[in-house]
């Protein structure tokens, strides 16, 4: 049997089944969502979502925007499949090579040394699409069902941690930590 993962709202639903629920102190389904979407956001190496792009390279342009979800770069080829390096240095010349800066807002790839139009692509790992309080009963997190509770248990915790019960959040921490084990080895299996 194939398991479906939950929605929000179920995951919400299962998370105020808790016992450490009572003392958490979160009051709103906003208030999930928001520790949900920071547990998606500490949970992006185990995830390893991995999307493509393509670069249309024009050697007028040396700067080009990664797409809005980028975490890192898995790897750039150019338009003959040939793999391209991260440079070892800034203004290293040979071989040309990539280079990733992180403008604050958005991260940019320099393509240097290259003299002729071509189409990059690349496979870089993203991370997961944050949830949306109006999409409640329909959206579901990018988590293999497996190890989804670790949303339930970080909310929980970083709750708990603000009511300062930090005994109980501790317990709770742990949990999210074995959680996220069954996250990680779902992922490395193929598995959701």
Request: glycine share 4%; with cysteine; aromatic share 12%.
């Amino acid at each position: 049997m194939i398991a479906i993962a939950s929605t929000i709202n179920e995951l919400i639903a299962r998370g105020k089944a808790q016992n450490e629920y009572n003392n958490s102190g979160i009051r709103s389904d906003a208030q999930w969502v928001d520790f949900f979407n920071e547990a998606l956001r500490d949970l992006v190496d185990d995830l390893r979502i991995e999307k493509t792009g393509q670069i249309s390279f024009d050697p007028a342009q040396r700067e080009y925007d990664l797409p809005p979800d980028f975490y890192s770069l898995v790897l750039l080829n150019d338009e003959h499949g040939c793999r391209v390096f991260k440079r070892r240095y800034y203004d290293q010349r040979i071989p040309s090579g990539y280079w990733i800066f992180n403008r604050g807002d958005k991260h940019v790839i320099d393509l240097y040394q290259y003299m002729a139009p071509m189409t990059f692509t690349f496979v870089y790992q993203a991370y997961p699409e944050p949830l949306v309080l109006a999409n409640l009963n329909t959206q579901r997190p990018q988590v293999p069902s497996v190890g989804e509770k670790a949303l339930i248990y970080y909310a929980i915790a970083k709750a708990l941690r603000n009511n300062n019960e930090v005994g109980q959040a501790q317990d709770v921490e742990r949990l999210y930590e074995l959680e996220r084990t069954k996250i990680r080895n779902a992922v490395a299996r193929g598995v959701n």
